[in-house]
């Protein structure tokens, strides 16, 4: 199992670009997709972004942060950022990083969490 450590996170204005990093540690980092997830008050866990290989490389995201975001990984740092601009309000939420997510968007499953970074995004 893959251990998740999030940072980067804070309080930004919108229109701001703001940079999340989750370094992993244990093995089998290279070889699970990774993913973000984030949660705002009173509201379900939402999928934000995965990277993940399968004969290629690949990156999907939800549909509400698609063109903002970007996620990449460093496999040589254990590594995997989250790169969000254009920040709106609606993006205020704490952000999870996620080890061995199988699948995509709101059905995928996830095998290992970090503790959570909290983005605020004010108007």
């Known amino acids: 199992q893959v251990q998740l450590v999030e940072s980067g996170g804070g309080l930004v204005q919108a229109g701001d670009s703001l940079r999340l990093s989750c370094v992993a540690s244990?093995?089998?980092?290279?070889?699970?997709?990774m993913g973000w997830f984030r949660q705002a008050p009173g509201k379900e866990r939402e999928f934000v972004a995965v990277?993940?290989?399968?004969?290629?490389?690949?990156?999907y995201y939800g549909d509400s942060v698609k063109g903002r975001f970007t996620i990449s990984r460093d496999y040589a740092k254990n590594t995997v950022y989250l790169q969000m601009s254009s920040l709106k309000p609606e993006d205020t939420a704490v952000y999870y990083c996620?080890?061995?997510?199988?699948?995509?968007?709101?059905?995928?499953?996830?095998?290992?969490w970090g503790q959570g970074t909290q983005v605020t995004v004010s108007s």
């Open positions: 244990g093995r089998n980092f290279s070889s699970q997709a």
């Open positions: 996620a080890g061995g997510v199988a699948g995509l968007g709101s059905t995928a499953r996830v095998i290992s």
């Open positions: 990277h993940g290989y399968n004969h290629n490389p690949y990156t």
